[in-house]
């Protein structure tokens, strides 16, 4: 049995170091920092984000995210991190994977936010050069897709000092904060520069 476990895949997304933070799998113990950090936030993150739950920032919410997340590495369709401060430990925001594209594509998808005490001191942006190792190397992924809203220009800021170039404009891509809004397109691949 232990032979045919090691073979399975993990359910957590692994630890990536970068510099100034470090990144890691959420966990259950992670529920009251991820809470309260979500919360002190809302009003900033609003603008930025799908509309949240109403049960968003339940514990019972938060176990159901882990068990979905915990099942999209297993299935190597998207690796969740939260974002820590490798000074105190802090949590400073998330970046996830997502929609691993196989076969042909070899593609995902690029997602982050910070908590609103931290955005601004470049914590997102070392996480995502942290993280790009671990997609174009451990995963093989050839090309990493970012979309941010047309006005949102520290997440631009963002992905242009970590090498994205902006593709274009997709229209009524996502809908944020309860409408359809048009995103800037951005990507890297595997032999860009970074």
Not at 53 to 62: E, G, H, M, N, V
Not at 73 to 95: M, N, Q, S
Not at 155 to 179: P, T
């Amino acid at each position: 049995m232990v032979f045919l476990k090691s073979m399975t895949r993990p359910e957590v997304a692994p630890l990536v170091r970068g510099r100034g933070v470090y990144l890691r799998g959420p966990m259950m113990s992670d529920y009251g920092e991820w809470a309260e950090l979500r919360t002190r936030s809302r009003a900033f993150l609003t603008p930025w984000e799908p509309t949240w739950p109403a049960d968003d920032l339940t514990r019972a919410a938060f176990r159901r995210r882990l068990r979905r997340y915990m099942r999209d590495v297993r299935e190597d369709a998207a690796y969740p991190f939260f974002i820590f401060r490798a000074e105190d430990d802090a949590l400073v925001g998330g970046c996830t994977i997502s929609n691993v594209q196989r076969g042909v594509q070899q593609s995902c998808a690029l997602g982050y936010w910070a908590g609103e005490p931290y955005a601004g001191n470049g914590y997102v942006t070392a996480a995502v050069k942290a993280l790009m190792p671990f997609v174009f190397d451990e995963l093989r992924l050839h090309r990493v897709q970012a979309a941010c809203l047309i006005d949102n220009e520290r997440s631009k800021a963002v992905l242009r000092k970590c090498g994205f170039k902006e593709e274009g404009i997709a229209r009524e891509y996502l809908k944020i904060n309860g409408q359809w809004h048009d995103h800037a397109v951005f990507a890297l691949l595997s032999g860009d520069p970074r």
